[in-house]
């Protein structure tokens, strides 16, 4: 029997054609949302016929964004440095993303966004800090973004990226919506994620509980937070470990997901086309795809909404193959607490067409849990037509 991870050849002649809209239709408005410029990936992608060209290609034009930042630091003009190294960090991270194995190139690209994002960090005055947890022994890494004008201690965001996001591409730096709004948000690579699997942390949902754990037991020790005002949220996969965490740590006192949820694993792991599941194998440091069966069939939402008492958010597009609605509603039913469904009509799974209004939004609604605003009864789902 052929097996879904040996179908690459079918991706790569597939992804030559549609190109990365192939895996995510509309990703483009949310890169937009996370510090992406418009000419910079479409020119990239213009190079990019396979995955095995998508490392070399992205870090082509990182590295030319690093040299840019450079020059511009030597000549004292550091806004535009910080911009440029901000852009290099992230595009060496998205090179990164599609070499699914451990390899030097991997580790290498991803020093190199590291590297460029420590020098964001240098000059934000105190704003935004990296972070490292200690799990069982293992390292998780993160950022802390915090709103840099404080008067006392503010609430926080516990943010999980998606399976093929990384810490340092969300909050955008330069346009940072929830610091705006007197929002601190932890960006956490949680186990098998960005830098946290790139030095050997693998992923299980045990592991990720964990991980969300001690990021909360890490925020509710800092003076800059209050630990009475914390919330979760998360991207794509990290709709579902945000609500995982929430049933399983009762300081969280909202929880608000981006880009639906993923209530059952078959969609993505037996319907998608087969780059995601092998990336998720990778996470898991799993090999074979027998054993990866079995591990993936114990995992999903099934039970998990009625341990949620706290005020829930699920955006979700009505086209989304990745997290369909179905799965959506029928854990929007099961939510025991105050809960909100935004589901947005004719968009895919990364609501690129929303997402510019979407995320100022959900930070919005965050504040709004935060200060009691929803009874305990509190059940909307509101249908969005397009704009």
């Keep these: ?68 930042a450079q020059t511009a630091e030597a000549r004292g003009h550091t806004v535009t440095a910080r911009e440029f190294y901000y852009r290099a960090s992230i595009y060496y991270g998205r090179g990164q993303w599609s070499i699914l194995r451990d390899t030097d190139e991997k580790r290498a690209l991803y020093d190199k966004c590291v590297a460029a994002f420590e020098k964001v960090v240098a ?61 601190a948000v932890l960006s956490l690579d949680g186990p098998g994620q960005g830098e946290t699997r790139v030095k050997g942390c693998t992923v299980t949902d045990e592991k990720y509980v964990k991980a969300g754990k001690a990021a909360i037991d890490w925020l509710v020790a800092r003076e800059e937070i209050d630990a009475g005002r914390i919330a979760v949220s998360g991207a794509s996969f990290g709709s579902y470990w ?30 998608a086309p087969p780059s995601f599941k092998a990336n998720f194998m990778y996470m898991a440091g799993i090999e074979d ?61 990364p609501l690129g067409g929303v997402m510019a209004h979407l995320i100022p939004w959900l930070a919005d609604w965050l504040n709004d849990a935060f200060a009691g605003k929803f009874a305990a009864d509190h059940a909307v789902r509101t249908v969005h037509e397009p704009l």
């Design 242 to 271: 945000a609500p995982m965490v929430a049933a399983h740590d009762d300081r969280v006192k909202a929880c608000a997901g981006i880009m639906g949820v993923l209530y059952s694993m078959t969609p993505i792991f037996e319907l």
């Design 123 to 183: 000059s934000s005055d105190g704003a935004i800090e990296r972070v490292a947890l200690d799990v069982e022994g293992e390292t998780v890494y993160g950022v802390l973004h915090l709103p840099p004008e404080r008067t006392g201690p503010v609430p926080a965001v516990v943010f999980f990226p998606g399976m093929d996001m990384f810490k340092e591409e969300f909050p955008d730096v330069q346009n940072n919506a929830f610091a705006k709004r007197g929002l």
């Design 289 to 349: 795809e027998d054993d990866f069966d079995r591990m993936a069939a114990r995992m999903g939402l099934s039970c998990v909404g009625a341990k949620i008492t706290c005020p829930t958010l699920i955006t979700q597009g009505d086209c989304d193959f990745l997290c369909p609605v179905e799965g959506a509603d029928r854990f929007f039913c099961e939510l025991a607490g105050p809960k909100e469904m935004w589901l947005f009509e004719n968009e895919y799974h």
């Design 1 to 68: 029997m052929i097996r879904r991870s040996g179908q690459q050849w079918v991706m790569d002649q597939l992804f030559r054609i549609a190109g990365h809209d192939l895996l995510f239709p509309g990703a483009l408005g949310f890169r937009l949302e996370r510090g992406y410029r418009y000419a910079e990936v479409e020119r990239t992608m213009e190079r990019v016929q396979t995955f095995r060209q998508n490392a070399r290609e992205w870090a082509k034009t990182a590295a030319q964004l690093e040299a840019m």
